[in-house]
């Protein structure tokens, strides 16, 4: 009874802080208060964390990055459980995978969750005496298991008047939808300073207990997600970064050297170890 209660306190727990996460420092910074975010300009975060009735899982890796690009893997694992999670882009695209793992009979009490974040900060103006219009596309695409999601958001705002040219294009994708993407269109006038966000994450949760029988979460955003920004009407948009956002020009951001180390990290993590040793101790009885 002491260890069940213990065990129900411990994954009580473990969802609070996993729902306490949903804000990160990478993730849409207009939704952590203010008119105008002050992340960036590129910004890459980690997030790892479970338990068991063992204990609670032991990160590792660099949790968070900043510059003209990241790219990141880490994770947190212990007996019984394991997650890993890589992110890696630049201004324009990104790739982030999440996933969890949980080696538990159903009933028992354990939970793993994982998060990726990348987001980027661009300034820009209207480059000549016309004002411009131009098409702002958002998407998003991977692959998805045991309720992984991953979802991008996007905004413009004009900081001359302070007011939003975008307000929020959000992109989102789960199991049953595996690509979705989302369209605006902007108009700039000349003398006036925009700033423009972006921002993907991708989370996976596995979760067993006497109500969830869920061993595996996987959030594979490793395809891309990719903004482009392409002139409508009028001349040029001139942006802080010098990056070039336009469909036929943005080149793919390639996936960390690091994602093939994946199974090999799963394996260092400790939980498979313990899977084996769990199996032979139950042929030995």
Request: proline letters at 5%.
């Amino acid at each position: 009874m002491v260890k069940a209660g213990l065990a129900c306190a411990a994954i009580v727990a473990l969802l609070v802080s996993a729902s306490a996460a949903e804000a990160g420092t990478c993730y849409d910074p207009w939704s952590m208060g203010g008119s105008t975010p002050t992340v960036g300009p590129v910004c890459g975060e980690i997030l790892a964390q479970g338990g068991n009735e063992t204990g609670n899982a032991t990160p590792y890796g660099i949790p968070s990055q900043n510059g003209g690009s990241v790219s990141l893997l880490g994770g947190a694992g212990g007996p019984g459980m394991g997650g890993l999670v890589a992110v890696s882009g630049s201004y324009g695209a990104a790739h982030i995978t999440a996933t969890s793992h949980l080696d538990a009979d159903p009933g028992d009490y354990a939970s793993m969750y994982t998060r990726g974040q990348f987001g980027f900060l661009d300034r820009f103006h209207v480059v000549g005496p016309d004002p411009v219009t131009a098409l702002f596309t958002s998407t998003l695409e991977g692959s998805f298991f045991g309720g992984g999601e991953g979802e991008s958001v996007f905004r413009i705002q004009d900081l001359t008047n302070a007011t939003f040219v975008i307000y929020s294009l959000a992109a989102s994708a789960w199991e049953l939808r595996s690509s979705d993407t989302k369209t605006a269109t902007g108009y700039f006038v000349p003398g006036h300073e925009y700033i423009m966000s972006y921002s993907m994450q991708a989370e996976a949760h596995a979760v067993v207990d006497p109500w969830t029988n869920r061993p595996d979460s996987v959030a594979d955003l490793g395809n891309t997600g990719h903004l482009y920004v392409d002139i409508v009407n009028g001349g040029a948009l001139a942006f802080q970064s010098g990056h070039n956002y336009a469909t036929n020009a943005i080149a793919t951001t390639p996936i960390p050297a690091a994602l093939p180390l994946f199974a090999s990290a799963l394996a260092g993590m400790g939980f498979i170890g313990w899977r084996r040793k769990r199996g032979t101790a139950a042929v030995a009885a």
